[in-house]
C-alpha cells in the first residue's frame, strides 16, 4: 500500500493564481482531512469528509474548496492565492475516529 | 481553536533519560491521540487513548489521561538520539474533527 500520497511537494505560486492539490488513499478509509502546518501554530484543520459525497468546514477553511468524488481521492483547490496561505499542507486518512494516516505534506509558497 | 495544549513546549535531554510531556484540553472527548513528526516530514500516529481508559503503553511509550483535569501526559523511557522530534496531542470531539496542539519540540543529546 502507498498510504496517503500528496502532489506536489513543492510548489510557488503568484498573488490570485489558483491550484489544486492533490491527496489519494489506498486504505479505503472513509474519513479524509486537510490540515495547514504554519510555524508556532500546530496543525490547523482547513476541511474535512467522513465519506465521498459529504465534506465539511474546519477552522480555517476561508479560500479553499474541497470535493470528495471518490473515497480514494480528496483535493483541496486554493481560489486566488494569497500570501497568508504560505504554509506546509498535509492530507490525511482514518477509519473512523481512530488513528490519522499523514501524506508527506506540500510546502506552499506564495509570492 | 486549538483545543490541545502541550507543556512545556521544548525539551533538551540526555539519551537514556526519561522526557514527559505534558497537554491539557478544553472541552470534553472522544479520544486523545499523540503523534510524532520529524524535521520535514509528516506526521505519524503514536499512541491513542480513549476516554475511558486512564493509562496505555505501547513500547517505551507511556500515556495516561485524566479527564477530570483534562489532561494527558506522554512518557518516552530511555530516550534515544532517534526520538528528536516534534510531539502533538490531538484530541478528537464529538464534531469528528482532531484538533491539535502546538506541539512539543525534544531534542535527545547522544
Known amino acids: 500500500n502507498a498510504g496517503v500520497t500528496q502532489t506536489p511537494k513543492f510548489q510557488v505560486l503568484k498573488t490570485g493564481q489558483s491550484m489544486t492539490l492533490q491527496c489519494a488513499q489506498d486504505?479505503?478509509?472513509?474519513?479524509m482531512s486537510w490540515y495547514r502546518q504554519d510555524p508556532g501554530m500546530g496543525l490547523r484543520l482547513i476541511h474535512y469528509?467522513?465519506?465521498?459525497?459529504?465534506?465539511d468546514q474546519g477552522e480555517v477553511p476561508n479560500g479553499y474548496n474541497v470535493s470528495r468524488s471518490t473515497t480514494e481521492d480528496f483535493p483541496l483547490r486554493l481560489l486566488s492565492a494569497a500570501p497568508s496561505q504560505t504554509s506546509v499542507y498535509f492530507c490525511?486518512?482514518?477509519?473512523?475516529?481512530?488513528?490519522?494516516?499523514f501524506g508527506p505534506g506540500t510546502r506552499l509558497t506564495v509570492l | 481553536s486549538q483545543q490541545g495544549e502541550e507543556d512545556p513546549q521544548a525539551l533538551s535531554i540526555q539519551e537514556g533519560e526519561n522526557a514527559t510531556m505534558n497537554c491539557s484540553y478544553k472541552?470534553?472527548?472522544?479520544?486523545l491521540q499523540w503523534y510524532r513528526q520529524n524535521s520535514g516530514r509528516g506526521l505519524v500516529h503514536l499512541i491513542l487513548?480513549?476516554?475511558?481508559?486512564r493509562e496505555k503503553h505501547s513500547g517505551r511509550l507511556r500515556v495516561t489521561l485524566d479527564t477530570s483535569k483534562k489532561s494527558s501526559s506522554l512518557l518516552i523511557t530511555a530516550s534515544r538520539a532517534a526520538d528528536t522530534a516534534s510531539y502533538f496531542c490531538?484530541?478528537?470531539?464529538?464534531?469528528?474533527?482532531?484538533?491539535f496542539g502546538k506541539g512539543n519540540q525534544v531534542v535527545v543529546i547522544p
Open positions: 490525511a486518512s482514518s477509519a473512523g475516529n481512530n488513528e490519522q494516516f
Open positions: 486504505m479505503n478509509h472513509e474519513y
Open positions: 469528509s467522513v465519506g465521498a459525497g459529504i465534506t
Open positions: 472541552t470534553s472527548i472522544n479520544n
Open positions: 487513548i480513549r476516554s475511558n481508559e
Open positions: 490531538a484530541t478528537l470531539g464529538g464534531n469528528n474533527r482532531l484538533a
